[in-house]
Nanobody, 125 residues
Framework: QVQLVESGGGLVQAGGSLRLSCAAS????????MGWFRQAPGKEREFVAG????????LGADSVKGRFTISRDNAKNTAYLQMNSLKPEDTAVYYC??????????????????WGQGTQVTVSS
């Protein structure tokens, strides 16, 4: 069992940057693949980026490739999403997720076992 808490969301102008953090509880964080998903108003939740348990593998959605970077610090039980060159279309609630079992980076919601409550990101034009 793991608890995930996102932070770092806020309001930013188009072209700006934000870094989201996902703090995890528990003593097996290093065995989890981590991911970020987002959900815009009226739309379904979609995959953004994922990272494997050791941080060696990563996946990113086409819509954010070249702009967003996922990373992790296992010593701090924290995953990050660095978001650069933000666009109004990036406005959404961003969710952190964890997948147990020493997995490589995953991009499908059903592969994740635990979810945070989300943090709002709003990009103004």
């Amino acid at each position: 069992q793991v608890q995930l808490v996102e932070s770092g969301g806020g309001l930013v102008q188009a072209g700006g940057s934000l870094r989201l953090s996902c703090a995890a509880s528990g003593r097996t964080f290093s065995s989890y693949a981590m991911g970020w998903f987002r959900q815009a108003p009226g739309k379904e939740r979609e995959f953004v980026a994922g990272i494997g348990w050791r941080g060696r593998s990563t996946l990113g959605a086409d819509s954010v490739k070249g702009r967003f970077t996922i990373s992790r610090d296992n010593a701090k039980n924290t995953a990050y999403l660095q978001m650069n060159s933000l666009k109004p279309e990036d406005t959404a609630v961003y969710y952190c997720a964890a997948a147990s079992g020493y997995k490589s980076a995953r991009g499908v919601q059903s592969e994740y076992d635990y979810w945070g409550q989300g943090t709002q990101v709003t990009v103004s034009s």
